[in-house]
């Protein structure tokens, strides 16, 4: 249950779950999101995350209306799809249902049936559905959820096993992907990286506006994921769900190695171990130097960071990497919130922490910004670690805010912010200290140049 | 040809000079054509929400509130609770068995944390399927806590916008004459649909107040709930955009007897226009009131007109494309940029109504596209065709613009500088110049491949070749 006392939301800390499904749509070649409910729903998220990334979304909508949220959303679903197919050619149309449709009990998987045999004569795309209603989660559902369906939709048969690994990075940010797909790359394996919104989420200036941005996991590299040594899901927050990389593992016999999303040195190593583990190749030169160009960093830099206090919010599984990262760092995480609940949210900040902190951080789900602000005052943080949404808080406390995740509409570039693995690491923990030393000139009478 | 037009829409898309106008419009947007529109509740919240003393707590799941958080630029001189988000955050179990009680518990929690003076509750699609009774709700709170506490009947797929504005006109006429008139000049009225943008509604004030005459509520940009209960005193209601509050406009005429006159204060007629009409229909109460709007207005225009020309300059011939929420701020704009120099070439709404069109049609050059309802695969198509140097919209808008290589101005709810008044004229100048004469353009593809292709055909002049 959640841990606020109050039954009004003030300042939510968390999205709606379609929001996650239709970004993690936006992964896949040649996809369209389309949310299957009222045209409103549809016009907020693009609004939302184009306010991130500073790219096109186009995200379709059955724009239903009264008399379909009557009788049913059935023909506007259909209608709907026949015209993203025309006017975009998509080949994978990415169908999430929002909390009208889930209300109103439209079964989307019949209706998809149902078109998939009236249509059977048209070259019809690839069509997926998840259930994506937020009255039972946030975008972190939608995104895992959204993942799952494409895995268990798409790969539909065993291939022939390659030398070949599968990325569940979470929601990490373009630079973190094109980063995840270079070490891919560097180790010598093929990989299937699920979503990669590494593009079509960060595009050149072009000629032409694209309908379908290129980029995303080839429709061919999905249905591989079960010829994979294995794969790897990032992110240590546990949703009910069946997850992609479990599925597989079901179906396919596919091994599934779960870690944190790679940031801080302990939870990059699993990270790379694991990499390791199933291409049986050592850890690139490359990457051992960043490692320990990362260390020396840190020995030059925790004396401006020692004993500080941060309070860390935001989606569960980039709240659990920051504190393992923070503690690693010898900043203290005083308080870790999210908007969100998971079966392990507690759990997985103990074991990120174990032997750094004498005692985990203050946790709580289901919060939003009144009920973190509220305990802030008690805490006197010396920071605050999150997304934007934080920032009214961050400034009323008089204290920092370091920008991390999504959504960030108040800073330019936050689709090209680096957060994981050393390299992330590195930028991270160098905006960490500069955040620092910047507050420490500002509240020092003398104004040293020399820090 | 025109694949980038869905079949069914044909209809909605208008060139002028091409056949007799008819163009379609306020129909449910097409399904999978990846409308630029939102839904009634956000019509609903866009009107209300800088009423700045207010709980606004939207009834729904969490996205509806979230989405609405924060986005738009209505300031407050004072109390800033419309900044917050509240929402009941419906749950399973309350989609199940019905999300009165908890919205019941979740309005005397905030009124209690808060103590705002009324309090407006959005029902959003899904109170609508649930059929929770927010009335009822409302009417019981208000007794126990003595405030005003409104429904509005904003379920998002009732409609689009235009229905949205509807909603929030009624919630207010609840408030509207139920509060003490005394004291009110006979030379007053209320500001009807302006929302405060960056502080544009002081701006107009301040224009008022030079003119002598007393502005009795703001309704709603910088809005006070007490204000508007005593809004029926005023004399006049100047209404701005006619597609927000000209509802309440009406409502108050039939039930106050208040007269009311259609404003813009976007551009330099306009703005120039809306304070002679309102001097106008006060000179025979204020004789001197027509004087001192004429100096007022001497006095903008010269300070204006020199630093206005500078930037002419620059802009003279370039090319715009306007799309934007509300028809009516179109005719504004298409005005000030001529001012500029600049050439309107493609205009569209999300919410026309058949009259808008017909006026806006009257008023464009010959050749000009007029689209309702319109989606990126249109608008990109148009921009494209028609080598637009600048494009004039919302957030949504703005990618497909900078995607193109193509200046963008925004000009809808979100924006933080004030484009009303004689100043804004100048701020919108500013911005306009900024953008379309920034050195940026040219490393853009499809300028790179115009500059190249000019190239070619110099030298192919210069070599004496064809195209002589
Ligand atoms: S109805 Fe559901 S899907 Fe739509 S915006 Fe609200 S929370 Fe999100
Ligand atoms: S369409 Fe309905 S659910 Fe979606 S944002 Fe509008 S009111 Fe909310």
Same mark, same amino acid.
């Given at each position: ?103 109103? +009990?439209?079964?989307? /998987?019949?209706? =998809?049936?149902? *078109?998939?045999?009236?249509? @059977? #004569? ?5 069509? !997926? ?40 990075? +979470?929601?990490?940010? /373009?630079?973190? =992907?094109?980063? *995840?797909?270079?070490?891919? @790359? #560097? ?5 299937? !990286? ?40 990032? +992110? ?216 | ?468």
């Amino acid at each position: 249950m959640s841990d606020s006392p109050y039954v009004s939301t003030t300042n939510a800390c968390k999205l709606c779950t379609p929001l996650g499904a239709a970004l993690a749509f936006r992964g896949v070649e040649g996809a369209i999101p389309f949310l299957h409910g009222s045209q409103g729903c549809a016009t907020y998220m693009r609004r939302y995350i184009i306010s991130h990334f500073r790219e096109p979304m186009d995200i379709a909508s059955s724009a239903l209306g009264e008399k379909q949220a009557v009788f049913g959303g059935g023909p506007n679903l259909k209608k709907g799809i026949l015209n993203v197919m025309s006017k975009y050619g998509a080949t994978v149309v990415g169908v999430a249902s929002t909390c009208l449709t889930e209300t109103i +009990g439209d079964d989307v /998987p019949r209706l =998809l049936a149902e *078109f998939r045999k009236e249509f @059977a #004569d048209l070259p019809l795309p690839e069509i !997926v559905s998840v259930s994506t209603p937020s009255y039972s989660g946030t975008h972190m559902e939608g995104w895992h959820a959204a993942t799952a369906a494409l895995a268990s939709q798409l790969v539909r048969e065993k291939l022939p096993a390659e030398r070949r690994i599968n990325l569940l990075p +979470g929601f990490v940010s /373009p630079a973190d =992907l094109r980063y *995840f797909k270079e070490i891919l @790359a #560097d180790y010598g394996v093929s990989a299937t !990286v699920l979503p990669d919104i590494s593009e079509t989420m960060d595009r050149p200036a072009l000629l032409d506006y694209e309908k379908l941005p290129a980029g995303g996991t080839k429709l061919a590299d999905i249905r591989a994921m079960s010829a994979a040594l294995g794969t790897i899901a990032c +992110g240590r927050a546990e949703h009910t769900a069946e997850s992609a990389g479990a599925n597989l593992e079901r179906r396919f016999g596919v091994k599934n190695i779960r870690v944190g999303i790679p940031i801080g040195i302990r939870e990059t190593d699993a990270f790379f171990d694991a990499l390791e583990e199933l291409s049986g190749s050592p850890m690139p030169e490359k990457y051992a130097s960043e490692r320990g160009k990362l260390v020396d960093a840190y020995v030059d830099g925790h004396k401006y960071l020692a004993g500080k206090r941060a309070i860390v919010y935001g989606e569960e599984d980039m709240v659990i990497a920051m504190v393992a990262f923070l503690a690693e760092i010898g900043v203290k995480p005083i308080l870790a919130a999210t908007g969100a609940k998971c079966r392990n949210f507690k759990q997985a900040l103990a074991e990120v922490t174990a032997d750094l902190l004498p005692e985990p951080p203050e946790a709580r789900e289901g919060v939003d910004f009144h009920d973190i602000a509220e305990q802030a005052s008690e805490l006197a943080p010396d920071l605050l670690v999150g997304h934007s949404k934080g920032y009214r808080y961050a400034k009323d406390m008089g204290v920092p805010l370091v920008r991390v995740g999504f959504p960030i509409h108040d800073r330019f570039g936050g689709q090209r912010l680096l957060h994981v693995g050393y390299r992330g690491t590195q930028a991270l923990f160098d905006l960490l200290v500069n955040t620092i030393l910047e507050r420490k000139q500002e509240d020092s009478a003398v104004g040293y140049g020399y820090l | 040809m025109e694949e980038a037009i869905f079949e069914e829409r044909r209809d909605q898309i208008h060139r002028t000079g091409e056949g007799p106008f008819a163009l379609a419009c306020n129909r449910d947007s097409l399904a999978g054509a990846v409308s630029q529109r939102a839904c009634v509740f956000c019509g609903s919240r866009v009107v209300l929400y800088p009423i700045a003393d207010a709980l606004h707590l939207v009834h729904g799941p969490i996205g509806c509130a979230v989405y609405t958080w924060d986005i738009r630029g209505a300031l407050s001189s004072g109390p800033q609770l419309h900044r917050l988000s509240f929402s009941t955050d419906l749950q399973e179990k309350d989609v199940i068995f019905g999300g009165e009680k908890k919205l019941k518990a979740a309005l005397l929690e905030l009124i209690a944390r808060y103590k705002p003076n009324a309090a407006f509750v959005y029902a959003t699609c899904i109170v609508g399927i649930i059929g929770d009774d927010v009335g009822a709700v409302c009417r019981d709170v208000a007794a126990t806590t003595g405030i005003p506490v409104i429904p509005v009947q904003s379920e998002g797929f009732k409609g689009n916008k235009r229905e949205g504005y509807a909603a929030a006109c009624k919630a207010m006429f609840r408030l509207a004459g139920t509060g003490d008139t005394a004291g009110i000049s006979p030379v007053s009225v209320n500001i009807l649909g302006d929302f405060n943008l960056a502080g544009e509604i002081w701006i107009i004030r301040e224009y008022f107040r030079r003119m002598g005459v007393e502005v009795v509520a703001n309704i709603t940009g910088d809005g006070r709930v007490a204000d508007i209960q005593r809004c029926h005193g005023a004399a006049l209601n100047v209404v701005q955009c006619s597609g927000s509050t000209m509802e309440l406009a009406q409502m108050m005429q039939e039930r106050f007897g208040t007269p009311f006159l259609r404003v813009s204060y976007l551009g330099i007629e306009d703005m120039a226009d809306s304070l002679y009409a309102v001097a106008d229909h006060f000179k025979d109460r204020d004789p001197g009131i027509v004087e001192r709007t004429q100096d007022l207005v001497r006095e903008e225009l010269a300070n204006l007109l020199p630093k206005l020309k500078q930037y002419r300059k620059d802009l003279e011939g370039k090319k715009v494309a306007v799309y934007v929420g509300g028809a009516f701020k179109a005719f504004s704009l298409i005005k000030a940029f001529r001012h500029l120099g600049m050439k309107v070439v493609l205009v569209g709404s999300q919410t026309g109504t058949k009259e808008d069109y017909e006026e806006l049609a009257a008023i464009c050059d010959p050749g000009t596209v007029i689209v309702d309802d319109s989606n990126p695969l249109e608008l990109s198509k148009y921009v494209k065709e028609l080598d637009v140097d600048l494009f004039v919209g919302g957030v949504k808008e703005r990618p497909i613009a900078h995607k193109l290589g193509v200046g963008f101005c925004d000009h809808n709810h979100e924006r933080k500088e004030a484009l009303e008044g004689f100043v804004g004229m100048l701020n919108f100048a500013k911005e306009v110049h900024a953008s379309a004469t920034s050195p940026i353009w040219r490393f853009v593809p499809r300028r790179e491949a115009m500059a190249k292709a000019n190239a070619t055909t110099v030298a192919r002049r210069a070599a004496g070749g064809e195209g002589l």
